[in-house]
C-alpha cells in the first residue's frame, strides 16, 4: 500500500506529457482529492455537477468512472433529470429528497465558475469536492480560464479521479 503523494506520482509518471502539470500540483490535488474520495469508504454518494459550459465534463466523468468491468459500480450520479433552474427557492426541499434517497450522505462533486447556480449549491455543504475556475478557496482546487489547456487539465483530473477511487476500493493507497 503507497501513500497518497507516491501513489498519485507513480500515475503521473506512467501517463506522459499531458499530466506533467499535474506533478507540480500532487501536493495540492492529492490530499484534497484522498480527503473527499474517502467518504466513499463511508458509504456517501457524489452528486456531480456543473456550471453551463461544463457539462460536457460531467457525461465524460460519469461515463468514465463506472464503465470499467474490474471493480464495481461506484456511487457518482448526476441531478440531470432534475429541473434546478430555481432551486435557490426550493433549497430546503431539494437538501429533504438528496437525505432521503442518500442516507448514508452525499458529497458534491462541483466543476465550474464560481459565479453559476450549481457553484453556490456545492458551496453550501463543507465536504463538497471543488474545481472552481479562477477562484480560490480552502477545501477546493482552482483552475484558470483563460488557461488555453483547462479541457485537456479537466480529463486527466478525471482519469486521476478514477484511478484513486481503484487505488481506495483495492487498497492500494493510504488514506
Known amino acids: 500500500m503507497q ?23 500532487r501536493f495540492e490535488i492529492g490530499p484534497f482529492l484522498m480527503t473527499r474520495l474517502s467518504f466513499l469508504l463511508d458509504g456517501k454518494s457524489f452528486i ?17 468512472v463506472n464503465s470499467k468491468s474490474t471493480r464495481p459500480l461506484v ?15 426550493n433549497e430546503d ?16 462533486f462541483y466543476v465550474g465558475k464560481d459565479n453559476s447556480k450549481m457553484a453556490k449549491l456545492a458551496k453550501s455543504k463543507d465536504n463538497s469536492l471543488l474545481f472552481i475556475f479562477d477562484e480560490e478557496y480552502d477545501n ?7 488557461d488555453e489547456h483547462k479541457d485537456i487539465k479537466l480529463i486527466t483530473i478525471a482519469q486521476l479521479i478514477n484511478v484513486c477511487i481503484d487505488g481506495i476500493i483495492f487498497s492500494r493507497v493510504k488514506i
Open 140 to 146: 477546493s482546487f482552482c483552475i484558470k480560464s483563460n
Open 48 to 64: 456531480v455537477i456543473t456550471d453551463d459550459e461544463r457539462i460536457w465534463f460531467e457525461e465524460y466523468f460519469l461515463n468514465l
Open 75 to 89: 456511487p457518482f450520479f448526476s441531478l440531470k433529470g432534475f429541473k434546478l433552474d430555481n432551486y435557490d427557492k
Open 93 to 108: 426541499l431539494l437538501d429533504d429528497l438528496l437525505n432521503i434517497a442518500f442516507p448514508d450522505g452525499y458529497v458534491y
Open 3 to 25: 501513500d497518497s503523494s507516491n501513489f498519485i506520482k507513480d500515475f503521473i509518471d506512467k501517463q506522459g506529457l499531458f499530466y506533467n502539470w499535474l506533478d507540480s500540483r
